[in-house]
Protein backbone atom coordinates (compact mmCIF):
# COMPACT_ATOMS: atom_id res chain seq x y z
CA UNK A 1 0.00 0.00 0.00
CA UNK A 2 2.62 2.63 0.81
CA UNK A 3 4.75 1.88 -2.24
CA UNK A 4 1.77 3.32 -4.40
CA UNK A 5 1.56 6.77 -5.40
CA UNK A 6 -0.29 9.43 -4.19
CA UNK A 7 -3.15 9.79 -7.18
CA UNK A 8 -3.59 5.87 -6.63
CA UNK A 9 -3.87 5.95 -2.75
CA UNK A 10 -6.59 8.53 -3.43
CA UNK A 11 -8.44 6.33 -5.85
CA UNK A 12 -8.19 3.56 -4.02
CA UNK A 13 -9.60 5.61 -0.46
CA UNK A 14 -12.86 7.28 -3.06
CA UNK A 15 -13.27 3.58 -4.25
CA UNK A 16 -13.57 2.35 -0.40
CA UNK A 17 -11.39 0.01 -0.84
CA UNK A 18 -8.55 1.48 1.89
CA UNK A 19 -9.90 3.98 4.54
CA UNK A 20 -7.20 6.96 5.60
CA UNK A 21 -6.82 5.89 9.02
CA UNK A 22 -5.57 2.63 7.34
CA UNK A 23 -3.49 4.50 5.15
CA UNK A 24 -1.75 6.76 7.87
CA UNK A 25 -1.13 3.82 10.27
CA UNK A 26 0.78 2.23 7.73
CA UNK A 27 3.00 5.14 7.11
CA UNK A 28 3.58 5.76 10.79
CA UNK A 29 4.33 2.01 10.90
CA UNK A 30 7.10 2.00 8.01
CA UNK A 31 8.18 5.42 10.03
CA UNK A 32 8.99 3.22 13.13
CA UNK A 33 10.56 0.72 11.17
CA UNK A 34 12.90 2.33 9.04
CA UNK A 35 13.41 6.34 10.73
CA UNK A 36 16.20 5.11 13.32
CA UNK A 37 18.27 4.72 10.04
CA UNK A 38 17.07 7.36 7.78
CA UNK A 39 16.38 9.80 10.46
CA UNK A 40 13.78 12.02 7.84
CA UNK A 41 11.60 13.22 10.65
CA UNK A 42 12.02 15.83 13.69
CA UNK A 43 8.92 15.16 15.09
CA UNK A 44 6.15 12.57 14.10
CA UNK A 45 2.28 13.50 14.66
CA UNK A 46 0.30 10.14 15.52
CA UNK A 47 -2.18 11.34 17.49
CA UNK A 48 -3.21 14.31 15.25
CA UNK A 49 -2.53 12.67 11.66
CA UNK A 50 -4.78 9.38 12.73
CA UNK A 51 -7.45 11.75 13.95
CA UNK A 52 -7.09 14.27 10.89
CA UNK A 53 -7.20 10.70 8.77
CA UNK A 54 -10.64 9.50 10.96
CA UNK A 55 -12.36 12.34 10.33
CA UNK A 56 -11.71 12.17 6.79
CA UNK A 57 -12.71 9.54 6.54
CA UNK A 58 -15.91 10.39 8.42
CA UNK A 59 -16.87 13.20 6.08
CA UNK A 60 -16.85 10.82 2.76
CA UNK A 61 -18.84 8.08 4.66
CA UNK A 62 -21.41 11.06 5.02
CA UNK A 63 -21.03 11.51 1.37
CA UNK A 64 -18.85 14.72 1.43
CA UNK A 65 -17.66 15.73 -1.73
CA UNK A 66 -13.55 16.11 -0.87
CA UNK A 67 -10.83 17.03 -2.43
CA UNK A 68 -8.97 14.82 -5.32
CA UNK A 69 -6.16 14.12 -2.69
CA UNK A 70 -8.39 13.86 0.82
CA UNK A 71 -6.73 11.31 2.88
CA UNK A 72 -3.26 10.86 1.89
CA UNK A 73 -0.24 11.46 4.08
CA UNK A 74 2.15 14.24 3.40
CA UNK A 75 5.40 14.73 5.39
CA UNK A 76 6.26 18.66 6.11
CA UNK A 77 9.37 21.00 6.38
CA UNK A 78 10.09 21.51 9.50
CA UNK A 79 10.19 25.74 8.07
CA UNK A 80 6.87 25.57 8.24
CA UNK A 81 4.86 26.42 11.08
CA UNK A 82 1.87 24.56 11.70
CA UNK A 83 -0.21 25.74 15.10
CA UNK A 84 0.96 23.44 18.01
CA UNK A 85 3.38 21.24 16.47
CA UNK A 86 7.28 21.64 17.70
CA UNK A 87 9.01 23.74 14.63
CA UNK A 88 12.56 24.11 14.85
CA UNK A 89 13.70 24.81 11.26
CA UNK A 90 16.51 22.37 12.08
CA UNK A 91 17.73 24.66 14.73
CA UNK A 92 18.74 24.60 18.55
CA UNK A 93 17.36 28.61 18.95
CA UNK A 94 13.50 26.92 17.85
CA UNK A 95 13.92 24.16 20.15
CA UNK A 96 10.59 23.44 21.21
CA UNK A 97 9.02 25.97 19.83
CA UNK A 98 4.97 25.44 19.26
CA UNK A 99 3.85 28.33 16.72
CA UNK A 100 0.05 29.45 17.37
CA UNK A 101 -0.39 29.78 14.25
CA UNK A 102 -1.10 27.80 10.80
CA UNK A 103 1.21 28.60 7.70
CA UNK A 104 -0.91 29.17 4.50
CA UNK A 105 0.88 26.49 2.98
CA UNK A 106 -0.73 24.13 5.91
CA UNK A 107 -3.66 26.11 6.12
CA UNK A 108 -4.09 24.60 2.74
CA UNK A 109 -2.77 21.17 3.10
CA UNK A 110 -5.57 20.77 6.20
CA UNK A 111 -8.15 22.42 3.70
CA UNK A 112 -7.71 19.85 1.29
CA UNK A 113 -7.90 17.22 3.73
CA UNK A 114 -4.10 15.91 3.27
CA UNK A 115 -3.46 14.07 6.12
CA UNK A 116 0.23 15.54 8.00
CA UNK A 117 2.39 12.69 9.35
CA UNK A 118 5.29 15.01 11.21
CA UNK A 119 7.95 17.62 10.45
CA UNK A 120 11.31 16.71 8.28
CA UNK A 121 14.51 17.19 9.18
CA UNK A 122 16.58 20.18 7.24
CA UNK A 123 19.95 22.20 7.10
CA UNK A 124 19.49 24.93 9.74
CA UNK A 125 17.22 27.74 8.97
CA UNK A 126 17.29 25.92 5.34
CA UNK A 127 21.03 26.81 4.75
CA UNK A 128 22.66 23.63 3.56
CA UNK A 129 22.63 21.14 0.26
CA UNK A 130 23.13 18.00 2.57
CA UNK A 131 20.87 18.10 5.77
CA UNK A 132 23.99 17.85 7.49
CA UNK A 133 23.44 21.08 9.19
CA UNK A 134 20.87 20.29 10.94
CA UNK A 135 21.23 20.80 15.11
CA UNK A 136 19.39 17.62 15.52
CA UNK A 137 21.63 15.53 13.40
CA UNK A 138 21.66 14.39 9.73
CA UNK A 139 19.60 12.29 7.27
CA UNK A 140 20.58 9.34 5.79
CA UNK A 141 19.95 8.69 1.97
CA UNK A 142 17.43 5.79 1.75
CA UNK A 143 19.66 4.51 -1.52
CA UNK A 144 23.05 4.23 0.49
CA UNK A 145 22.89 5.17 4.23
CA UNK A 146 26.44 6.45 4.27
CA UNK A 147 25.31 9.20 1.82
CA UNK A 148 23.63 12.37 1.97
CA UNK A 149 20.22 13.12 0.89
CA UNK A 150 20.39 16.51 -0.21
CA UNK A 151 19.66 19.84 1.04
CA UNK A 152 18.33 22.07 2.80
CA UNK A 153 14.81 19.19 2.66
CA UNK A 154 16.75 16.41 2.75
CA UNK A 155 14.07 15.07 5.18
CA UNK A 156 11.39 15.39 2.77
CA UNK A 157 13.28 13.72 -0.22
CA UNK A 158 14.29 10.67 2.04
CA UNK A 159 10.65 10.33 3.85
CA UNK A 160 9.53 10.09 -0.20
CA UNK A 161 12.61 7.85 -1.21
CA UNK A 162 12.08 5.23 2.09
CA UNK A 163 7.57 5.21 1.27
CA UNK A 164 7.43 6.95 4.98
CA UNK A 165 5.08 9.49 3.48
CA UNK A 166 3.70 9.71 -0.35
CA UNK A 167 3.77 13.69 -0.95
CA UNK A 168 5.89 15.98 0.89
CA UNK A 169 6.52 19.94 1.17
CA UNK A 170 9.64 21.66 0.88
CA UNK A 171 11.04 25.07 0.29
CA UNK A 172 13.61 26.09 -2.02
CA UNK A 173 15.73 29.14 -2.16
CA UNK A 174 18.78 28.33 -3.77
CA UNK A 175 17.87 24.69 -5.28
CA UNK A 176 16.75 23.25 -1.40
CA UNK A 177 13.79 21.07 -3.51
CA UNK A 178 15.37 20.18 -6.53
CA UNK A 179 18.45 18.60 -5.50
CA UNK A 180 17.50 16.57 -2.77
CA UNK A 181 14.87 14.92 -5.24
CA UNK A 182 18.05 14.42 -7.80
CA UNK A 183 19.76 12.33 -5.33
CA UNK A 184 17.51 10.15 -4.18
CA UNK A 185 15.05 9.98 -7.13
CA UNK A 186 11.56 11.29 -6.36
CA UNK A 187 10.33 14.32 -8.28
CA UNK A 188 10.56 17.80 -6.48
CA UNK A 189 9.48 21.43 -7.88
CA UNK A 190 9.97 24.98 -6.95
CA UNK A 191 6.80 26.85 -8.47
CA UNK A 192 7.09 30.37 -9.56
CA UNK A 193 8.29 32.95 -6.95
CA UNK A 194 4.98 34.11 -5.74
CA UNK A 195 2.99 31.25 -6.75
CA UNK A 196 2.63 29.53 -3.09
CA UNK A 197 2.22 31.75 -0.08
CA UNK A 198 5.33 32.69 1.93
CA UNK A 199 2.88 33.21 5.11
CA UNK A 200 4.14 31.37 8.44
CA UNK A 201 7.40 30.06 5.79
CA UNK A 202 10.16 30.55 8.62
CA UNK A 203 12.20 33.34 6.20
CA UNK A 204 15.14 32.31 5.18
CA UNK A 205 16.04 34.42 1.73
CA UNK A 206 12.68 36.59 1.07
CA UNK A 207 13.20 37.26 -2.73
CA UNK A 208 14.28 33.82 -3.41
CA UNK A 209 12.13 31.30 -0.75
CA UNK A 210 9.44 29.79 -2.25
CA UNK A 211 7.63 26.44 -1.40
CA UNK A 212 6.62 23.65 -3.77
CA UNK A 213 5.37 20.06 -3.80
CA UNK A 214 7.35 16.89 -3.21
CA UNK A 215 6.75 13.20 -4.90
CA UNK A 216 7.36 9.98 -6.21
CA UNK A 217 5.60 11.09 -9.48
CA UNK A 218 5.24 14.10 -12.01
CA UNK A 219 1.44 13.94 -11.52
CA UNK A 220 1.37 13.91 -7.47
CA UNK A 221 3.43 17.15 -7.30
CA UNK A 222 0.95 18.88 -10.02
CA UNK A 223 -1.95 17.96 -7.73
CA UNK A 224 0.16 18.91 -4.67
CA UNK A 225 1.01 22.12 -6.25
CA UNK A 226 -2.72 22.70 -6.99
CA UNK A 227 -3.81 22.05 -3.49
CA UNK A 228 -0.74 24.64 -2.26
CA UNK A 229 -0.81 27.11 -4.64
CA UNK A 230 -2.77 30.31 -5.10
CA UNK A 231 -3.20 33.75 -4.06
CA UNK A 232 -2.83 34.94 -0.29
CA UNK A 233 -3.52 38.46 0.93
CA UNK A 234 -1.56 37.65 3.99
CA UNK A 235 1.93 37.72 1.64
CA UNK A 236 2.20 40.64 -0.54
CA UNK A 237 4.50 38.72 -2.71
CA UNK A 238 1.79 36.31 -3.36
CA UNK A 239 0.91 36.52 -7.25
CA UNK A 240 -2.54 37.43 -7.96
CA UNK A 241 -3.56 35.29 -10.42
CA UNK A 242 -4.78 31.81 -11.48
CA UNK A 243 -2.63 29.02 -10.75
CA UNK A 244 -1.00 27.41 -13.63
CA UNK A 245 -3.01 24.34 -14.97
CA UNK A 246 -0.50 21.89 -14.21
CA UNK A 247 -2.48 18.91 -13.28
CA UNK A 248 -4.33 18.57 -16.71
CA UNK A 249 -0.68 19.06 -18.16
CA UNK A 250 0.77 16.31 -16.28
CA UNK A 251 -2.15 14.14 -16.91
CA UNK A 252 -1.56 15.21 -20.93
CA UNK A 253 2.40 14.89 -20.97
CA UNK A 254 2.33 16.14 -24.46
CA UNK A 255 5.81 17.61 -25.36
CA UNK A 256 4.90 17.30 -29.61
CA UNK A 257 6.53 21.23 -31.44
CA UNK A 258 7.42 21.80 -28.11
CA UNK A 259 11.20 23.86 -28.10
CA UNK A 260 13.23 22.55 -25.50
CA UNK A 261 16.30 24.58 -24.96
CA UNK A 262 19.43 22.90 -23.70
CA UNK A 263 21.85 25.44 -21.43
CA UNK A 264 25.16 25.11 -22.42
CA UNK A 265 26.74 26.45 -19.59
CA UNK A 266 25.14 23.86 -17.52
CA UNK A 267 26.73 20.85 -18.43
CA UNK A 268 29.89 19.28 -19.10
CA UNK A 269 33.28 20.21 -17.23
CA UNK A 270 32.63 19.54 -13.52
CA UNK A 271 29.43 17.19 -13.84
CA UNK A 272 29.47 13.58 -13.21
CA UNK A 273 30.16 11.08 -16.34
CA UNK A 274 26.44 9.29 -15.59
CA UNK A 275 25.14 12.88 -14.75
CA UNK A 276 26.03 13.87 -18.13
CA UNK A 277 24.90 10.26 -19.92
CA UNK A 278 21.64 9.92 -18.29
CA UNK A 279 20.97 13.46 -19.26
CA UNK A 280 21.94 12.88 -23.39
CA UNK A 281 19.17 9.77 -23.13
CA UNK A 282 16.46 11.90 -22.10
CA UNK A 283 16.79 14.77 -24.10
CA UNK A 284 16.80 11.43 -26.99
CA UNK A 285 13.61 10.33 -25.25
CA UNK A 286 12.37 13.45 -25.24
CA UNK A 287 13.14 14.42 -28.80
CA UNK A 288 11.43 10.73 -29.74
CA UNK A 289 7.98 12.29 -27.90
CA UNK A 290 8.27 15.01 -30.84
CA UNK A 291 9.85 17.93 -29.01
CA UNK A 292 12.78 19.75 -30.96
CA UNK A 293 15.87 20.29 -29.33
CA UNK A 294 17.40 23.05 -29.10
CA UNK A 295 20.83 25.13 -28.24
CA UNK A 296 20.97 27.96 -25.92
CA UNK A 297 23.38 30.30 -24.39
CA UNK A 298 23.52 32.01 -20.65
CA UNK A 299 26.49 33.78 -20.08
CA UNK A 300 25.83 34.89 -17.51
CA UNK A 301 25.10 31.58 -15.12
CA UNK A 302 28.53 31.15 -14.27
CA UNK A 303 28.12 34.13 -11.99
CA UNK A 304 25.02 33.15 -10.41
CA UNK A 305 26.67 30.99 -7.45
CA UNK A 306 28.64 34.26 -6.23
CA UNK A 307 25.89 36.42 -6.69
CA UNK A 308 23.61 33.74 -4.70
CA UNK A 309 26.01 33.99 -2.13
CA UNK A 310 26.12 37.54 -1.25
CA UNK A 311 22.10 37.85 -2.18
CA UNK A 312 21.07 35.00 0.77
CA UNK A 313 23.59 36.24 3.25
CA UNK A 314 22.85 39.39 2.98
CA UNK A 315 19.17 38.61 3.26
CA UNK A 316 19.62 36.12 6.12
CA UNK A 317 21.75 38.33 8.03
CA UNK A 318 18.35 41.01 8.60
CA UNK A 319 16.05 38.04 8.58
CA UNK A 320 17.74 36.13 11.30
CA UNK A 321 18.05 39.28 13.52
CA UNK A 322 14.13 38.55 15.01
CA UNK A 323 15.85 35.88 16.69
CA UNK A 324 16.89 37.85 19.36
CA UNK A 325 15.84 35.63 22.82
CA UNK A 326 12.70 37.73 23.50
CA UNK A 327 9.75 36.49 22.27
CA UNK A 328 9.72 33.00 21.69
CA UNK A 329 12.69 30.64 21.43
CA UNK A 330 16.03 29.88 23.16
CA UNK A 331 17.30 32.51 25.74
CA UNK A 332 20.46 32.20 27.24
CA UNK A 333 22.20 34.35 30.31
CA UNK A 334 19.03 35.98 31.21
CA UNK A 335 20.97 36.61 34.51
CA UNK A 336 19.90 39.07 36.89
CA UNK A 337 21.26 42.34 35.94
CA UNK A 338 22.45 40.99 32.46
CA UNK A 339 21.68 43.48 29.35
CA UNK A 340 19.29 42.90 26.46
CA UNK A 341 22.17 43.16 24.12
CA UNK A 342 24.20 40.47 25.97
CA UNK A 343 21.32 37.87 26.53
CA UNK A 344 20.87 37.79 22.43
CA UNK A 345 24.72 37.60 22.39
CA UNK A 346 24.94 34.20 23.75
CA UNK A 347 21.90 33.28 22.88
CA UNK A 348 22.68 33.93 19.11
CA UNK A 349 26.38 31.86 19.87
CA UNK A 350 24.18 28.88 21.88
CA UNK A 351 21.50 29.08 19.31
CA UNK A 352 23.15 28.86 15.51
CA UNK A 353 25.32 26.59 14.10
CA UNK A 354 28.08 27.04 12.44
CA UNK A 355 26.68 27.72 8.89
CA UNK A 356 24.16 29.85 9.91
CA UNK A 357 26.51 32.22 11.84
CA UNK A 358 29.32 31.88 8.70
CA UNK A 359 25.85 33.34 6.43
CA UNK A 360 25.01 36.11 9.10
CA UNK A 361 28.45 37.53 9.54
CA UNK A 362 28.85 37.17 5.29
CA UNK A 363 25.63 38.95 4.58
CA UNK A 364 26.05 41.69 7.15
CA UNK A 365 29.80 42.45 6.38
CA UNK A 366 28.19 42.82 2.49
CA UNK A 367 25.67 45.13 3.56
CA UNK A 368 28.03 47.10 5.29
CA UNK A 369 29.13 50.75 4.70
CA UNK A 370 31.99 50.90 2.32
CA UNK A 371 31.48 47.26 1.06
CA UNK A 372 27.50 47.38 -0.31
CA UNK A 373 28.25 48.42 -3.59
CA UNK A 374 31.14 46.30 -4.13
CA UNK A 375 29.38 43.19 -3.07
CA UNK A 376 25.86 43.49 -2.47
CA UNK A 377 25.53 46.17 -5.31
CA UNK A 378 27.05 44.17 -7.91
CA UNK A 379 25.17 40.58 -7.22
CA UNK A 380 21.69 42.64 -7.90
CA UNK A 381 23.47 43.78 -10.87
CA UNK A 382 24.24 39.91 -12.11
CA UNK A 383 20.58 39.23 -10.84
CA UNK A 384 19.74 41.42 -13.98
CA UNK A 385 22.32 39.99 -16.38
CA UNK A 386 20.83 36.61 -15.52
CA UNK A 387 17.27 37.53 -15.51
CA UNK A 388 17.97 38.49 -19.37
CA UNK A 389 19.66 35.79 -20.12
CA UNK A 390 16.41 33.66 -18.91
CA UNK A 391 14.55 35.97 -21.16
CA UNK A 392 16.33 35.82 -23.93
CA UNK A 393 16.40 32.19 -23.57
CA UNK A 394 12.64 31.83 -23.83
CA UNK A 395 12.49 34.00 -27.02
CA UNK A 396 14.25 30.34 -28.61
CA UNK A 397 12.97 28.26 -26.12
CA UNK A 398 9.61 27.17 -24.43
CA UNK A 399 11.47 25.29 -21.45
CA UNK A 400 15.06 25.36 -20.34
CA UNK A 401 16.68 21.94 -19.24
CA UNK A 402 20.17 21.19 -17.34
CA UNK A 403 20.87 18.25 -14.75
CA UNK A 404 19.81 19.26 -11.55
CA UNK A 405 23.62 19.03 -9.84
CA UNK A 406 26.67 17.90 -11.20
CA UNK A 407 27.14 14.72 -8.96
CA UNK A 408 25.06 12.17 -7.30
CA UNK A 409 24.91 11.78 -3.61
CA UNK A 410 28.12 12.17 -1.62
CA UNK A 411 29.22 10.57 1.11
CA UNK A 412 28.16 12.23 4.68
CA UNK A 413 31.19 14.28 5.95
CA UNK A 414 32.86 15.00 2.58
CA UNK A 415 32.67 18.18 2.31
CA UNK A 416 31.68 19.21 5.73
CA UNK A 417 34.61 21.49 6.18
CA UNK A 418 34.56 22.45 2.65
CA UNK A 419 31.68 25.06 2.28
CA UNK A 420 32.85 26.44 -1.55
CA UNK A 421 32.72 22.53 -2.35
CA UNK A 422 29.11 22.22 -0.80
CA UNK A 423 27.96 25.72 -2.31
CA UNK A 424 28.72 24.20 -5.76
CA UNK A 425 26.04 21.44 -5.64
CA UNK A 426 23.30 24.57 -6.40
CA UNK A 427 25.39 25.45 -9.36
CA UNK A 428 22.47 24.49 -12.08
CA UNK A 429 19.44 25.24 -9.63
CA UNK A 430 20.77 28.72 -8.45
CA UNK A 431 19.94 30.56 -11.61
CA UNK A 432 16.19 29.70 -11.47
CA UNK A 433 15.83 31.57 -8.44
CA UNK A 434 17.48 34.74 -9.24
CA UNK A 435 14.96 34.64 -11.48
CA UNK A 436 12.20 33.54 -9.78
CA UNK A 437 10.98 31.18 -12.38
CA UNK A 438 9.74 27.78 -12.28
CA UNK A 439 11.73 24.68 -11.84
CA UNK A 440 11.30 20.72 -11.89
CA UNK A 441 13.92 17.78 -11.08
CA UNK A 442 12.90 14.42 -12.32
CA UNK A 443 14.81 11.09 -12.00
CA UNK A 444 16.12 10.16 -15.32
CA UNK A 445 18.01 7.01 -14.00
CA UNK A 446 21.10 5.96 -11.93
CA UNK A 447 24.81 6.77 -13.07
CA UNK A 448 26.49 3.92 -13.99
CA UNK A 449 29.86 4.35 -11.56
CA UNK A 450 28.24 4.31 -8.43
CA UNK A 451 24.54 3.22 -9.31
CA UNK A 452 23.05 6.56 -7.76
CA UNK A 453 19.89 8.11 -9.13
CA UNK A 454 20.41 11.20 -11.07
CA UNK A 455 18.21 14.05 -11.51
CA UNK A 456 16.93 15.68 -14.49
CA UNK A 457 15.95 19.72 -13.94
CA UNK A 458 13.27 21.80 -16.12
CA UNK A 459 12.86 25.10 -16.35
CA UNK A 460 9.89 27.18 -17.45
CA UNK A 461 9.03 31.05 -17.29
CA UNK A 462 7.26 32.92 -14.59
CA UNK A 463 3.58 31.56 -14.29
CA UNK A 464 4.07 29.46 -16.68
CA UNK A 465 4.52 26.00 -14.93
CA UNK A 466 2.42 24.08 -16.83
CA UNK A 467 4.73 23.60 -19.18
CA UNK A 468 7.67 21.77 -17.00
CA UNK A 469 4.60 19.44 -16.16
CA UNK A 470 4.19 18.54 -19.49
CA UNK A 471 7.85 18.22 -20.04
CA UNK A 472 8.34 15.86 -16.85
CA UNK A 473 5.62 13.90 -17.69
CA UNK A 474 6.67 13.08 -21.16
CA UNK A 475 9.83 12.05 -20.12
CA UNK A 476 8.79 10.04 -16.93
CA UNK A 477 6.29 8.16 -19.40
CA UNK A 478 9.78 7.43 -21.96
CA UNK A 479 11.45 6.41 -19.08
CA UNK A 480 8.66 3.91 -16.76
CA UNK A 481 8.37 2.36 -20.66
CA UNK A 482 11.75 1.99 -21.19
CA UNK A 483 12.89 0.48 -17.20
CA UNK A 484 9.16 -1.69 -16.99
CA UNK A 485 8.86 -0.18 -13.78
CA UNK A 486 9.39 3.49 -11.92
CA UNK A 487 13.05 3.94 -10.99
CA UNK A 488 12.66 3.39 -6.80
CA UNK A 489 11.35 0.61 -7.10
CA UNK A 490 15.09 -0.33 -7.74
CA UNK A 491 16.06 1.25 -4.21
CA UNK A 492 17.84 -1.37 -2.03
CA UNK A 493 15.30 -2.74 1.13
CA UNK A 494 15.93 -0.75 4.03
CA UNK A 495 16.47 -3.08 6.92
CA UNK A 496 12.80 -3.43 8.77
CA UNK A 497 11.03 -2.03 5.88
CA UNK A 498 7.37 -2.84 5.14
CA UNK B 1 42.48 39.48 -2.49
CA UNK B 2 40.48 40.73 0.08
CA UNK B 3 40.71 39.09 3.41
CA UNK B 4 39.27 40.00 6.88
CA UNK B 5 41.07 39.86 9.92
CA UNK B 6 40.19 38.13 13.22
CA UNK B 7 39.12 41.73 14.75
CA UNK B 8 37.04 42.40 11.45
CA UNK B 9 35.82 39.25 11.86
CA UNK B 10 34.59 40.17 15.62
CA UNK B 11 33.07 43.83 15.06
CA UNK B 12 30.96 41.86 12.54
CA UNK B 13 29.70 39.63 15.11
CA UNK B 14 29.23 42.29 17.38
CA UNK B 15 26.92 44.22 14.53
CA UNK B 16 25.62 40.56 14.31
CA UNK B 17 25.36 40.20 18.06
CA UNK B 18 27.07 36.81 18.08
CA UNK B 19 29.01 36.06 20.96
CA UNK B 20 31.86 34.19 19.38
CA UNK B 21 35.15 32.02 21.11
CA UNK B 22 38.42 33.61 19.80
CA UNK B 23 38.94 30.27 17.52
CA UNK B 24 35.91 30.93 15.96
CA UNK B 25 37.09 34.38 14.69
CA UNK B 26 40.12 33.33 13.71
CA UNK B 27 38.68 30.05 11.48
CA UNK B 28 36.07 32.25 10.10
CA UNK B 29 38.66 34.93 9.38
CA UNK B 30 40.08 32.26 7.56
CA UNK B 31 37.50 30.87 5.60
CA UNK B 32 36.50 34.42 4.06
CA UNK B 33 39.89 35.28 2.61
CA UNK B 34 38.53 32.26 0.34
CA UNK B 35 34.87 33.25 0.02
CA UNK B 36 35.23 36.50 -0.31
CA UNK B 37 37.67 35.94 -3.46
CA UNK B 38 34.90 33.69 -4.96
CA UNK B 39 32.18 36.00 -4.18
CA UNK B 40 34.23 39.20 -5.70
CA UNK B 41 33.61 37.81 -9.04
CA UNK B 42 30.48 39.43 -9.59
CA UNK B 43 32.22 42.68 -10.04
CA UNK B 44 33.52 41.37 -13.51
CA UNK B 45 29.96 41.86 -15.03
CA UNK B 46 28.60 44.60 -12.81
CA UNK B 47 29.15 48.00 -14.53
CA UNK B 48 27.53 50.77 -14.14
CA UNK B 49 25.07 50.53 -17.00
CA UNK B 50 23.26 47.74 -15.62
CA UNK B 51 20.35 47.98 -13.43
CA UNK B 52 20.22 46.28 -10.21
CA UNK B 53 17.34 44.03 -8.92
CA UNK B 54 16.34 43.50 -5.66
CA UNK B 55 13.27 40.90 -6.33
CA UNK B 56 11.77 38.81 -9.13
CA UNK B 57 8.51 40.53 -9.01
CA UNK B 58 7.73 44.17 -10.44
CA UNK B 59 5.79 45.10 -6.94
CA UNK B 60 4.45 48.33 -6.37
CA UNK B 61 3.04 48.76 -2.32
CA UNK B 62 0.38 46.06 -1.77
CA UNK B 63 -2.26 47.45 0.30
CA UNK B 64 -5.52 46.31 1.49
CA UNK B 65 -8.59 47.41 3.30
CA UNK B 66 -8.02 48.95 6.64
CA UNK B 67 -10.70 46.21 8.27
CA UNK B 68 -10.73 44.50 11.76
CA UNK B 69 -10.61 40.70 12.06
CA UNK B 70 -9.31 38.06 14.50
CA UNK B 71 -5.50 38.19 15.69
CA UNK B 72 -3.95 35.72 18.13
CA UNK B 73 -5.02 36.36 21.84
CA UNK B 74 -2.70 37.43 24.83
CA UNK B 75 -2.62 33.77 25.99
CA UNK B 76 -1.60 32.47 22.41
CA UNK B 77 0.84 35.40 21.42
CA UNK B 78 2.72 34.69 24.71
CA UNK B 79 3.08 31.45 24.39
CA UNK B 80 6.65 30.93 23.09
CA UNK B 81 7.92 33.34 25.59
CA UNK B 82 10.98 32.75 27.52
CA UNK B 83 9.60 34.71 30.42
CA UNK B 84 6.20 36.71 30.90
CA UNK B 85 4.58 39.23 33.40
CA UNK B 86 0.94 40.24 33.54
CA UNK B 87 0.58 39.45 30.66
CA UNK B 88 3.26 40.81 28.74
CA UNK B 89 6.60 39.93 27.35
CA UNK B 90 9.34 40.01 30.43
CA UNK B 91 12.91 41.14 29.02
CA UNK B 92 15.88 42.23 30.18
CA UNK B 93 17.09 45.55 30.76
CA UNK B 94 17.04 47.48 27.59
CA UNK B 95 18.30 51.60 28.71
CA UNK B 96 21.13 51.59 30.72
CA UNK B 97 21.05 53.07 34.24
CA UNK B 98 20.07 56.62 34.97
Known sequence: MIRNSASEMAAKLASGEITSVALTQAHLDQISAVDTDVHAFLHVDTQGALAQAAAIDAKRKSGEKLSPLAGVPLALKDVMTQKGIPTTCGSKILEGWRPPYDSTVVANLKKNDIVILGKTNMDEFAMGSSTENSAYGPTHNPWDLTRIPGGSGGGSAASLAAFEAPLAIGTDTGGSIRQPAAVTGTVGVKPTYGGVSRYGLVAFSSSLDQAGPCARTVLDAALLHEAIAGHDPKDSTSINAPVPAVVAAAKSGNVKGMKIGVVKELNGDGYQKGVRNRFEESLELLAAAGAEIVEVSAPNFEYALAAYYLIAPSECSSNLARFDAMRYGLRVGDIDGASAESVMNLTREVGFGREVKRRIILGTYALSSGYYDAYYGSAQKVRTLITQDFNKAFEIADVLVSPTCPTTAFKIGEKANDPLAMYLNDIATIPVNMAGIGGMSLPSGVAEEDGLPVGFQIMSPVMKDDRMYSVGAALEAALLSKWGAPLLSTIPALAGSK | ?98
Not at chain 2, 22 to 38: G, K
Open chain 2, 1 to 98: MTSLSRDDVAKLAGLARIEMSDEELVALSNEFTVILDAVARVQEVASADVAATSHPLPLRNVFRPDVVIPSLSPADALSGAPAQEEQRFRVPQILGEE
